[in-house]
């Protein structure tokens, strides 16, 4: 079955420290990528998204993220947190068939500390 | 503009009961969609309409569960007979259509089953 993999469920990091999490998915084909965050009591927003061109996405907030086909990756990163970053981070892809559902990754959540 | 709406807030029901989860997506999003979140079981598609198309109902756990989009617009989610295993936070997201663009969440319905 296709799936989306985050490889760090629970990261922890002090403000202006660099982050990196690891996003990869299971097929090849055409993919539609989505990083997606949730701040603590608010709803799921988008931060970036890759469809095609470009491999390396700029998002919201200082957020980027790079498409490396031959790895099945999309691994999101900043060169330095904030405190507000502290929030729960998706991945997600609609995946390689005509449908519109979204994988989710299983999620990283990220505290960072003043 | 107005984001995805999503009604009421928090349920909590006993166990057995009919309950009635409501969205209302972004004005002219002909593309909505239903997913749960669960602790374990993180966020699962349940299902998808797209215009007057037929939805995809493959994600709907068992013939418990039942979604309908009147009008094109407002979606209702039923579930029936209440399960403790029903005990999530259920989101509904909105797309401008066709499929695989972004989609935008709403802020949840939690249910609570007894």
């Known amino acids: 079955a296709q799936s989306v993999s985050q490889h760090n469920h629970h990261v922890i990091l002090s403000e202006a420290a660099s982050l990196e999490l690891g996003c990869n998915y299971s097929?090849?084909?055409?993919?539609?990528l989505f990083w997606y965050v949730q701040y603590p009591g608010q709803h799921l927003q988008l931060l970036l998204k890759y469809f095609s061109g470009d491999p390396l996405v700029k998002g919201i907030k200082g957020f980027e993220a790079e498409f490396i086909k031959s790895k099945f990756s999309f691994n999101l990163r900043k060169p330095s947190v904030q405190w507000s970053d502290t929030a729960e981070y998706f991945c997600a892809s609609y995946g390689s068939s005509n449908t519109g559902k979204l994988i989710f990754g299983q999620g990283t959540t990220l505290q960072v500390k003043p | 503009g107005a984001g995805v709406s999503q009604s009421p807030s928090n349920k909590v029901t006993e166990k057995g009961k009919d309950v009635e989860l409501r969205c209302d997506p972004i004005?002219?999003?002909?593309?909505l969609y239903w997913y749960r979140q669960s602790l374990g079981q993180g966020l699962e598609f349940l299902i998808y309409f797209q215009g007057n198309s037929a939805p995809d109902k493959s994600g709907l756990p068992s013939d418990r569960f039942s979604a309908e989009r009147t009008g094109g617009s407002v979606s209702t989610l039923t579930i029936q007979r209440t399960q403790q295993e029903d005990s999530a936070v259920y989101l509904c997201?909105?797309?401008?259509?066709?499929?695989?663009?972004?989609?935008?969440f709403g802020p949840g319905t939690r249910l609570t089953v007894l």
């Open positions: 097929y090849g084909g055409t993919v539609n």
């Open positions: 997201a909105s797309g401008p259509g066709p499929r695989r663009d972004t989609q935008y």
């Open positions: 004005s002219g999003h002909t593309a």
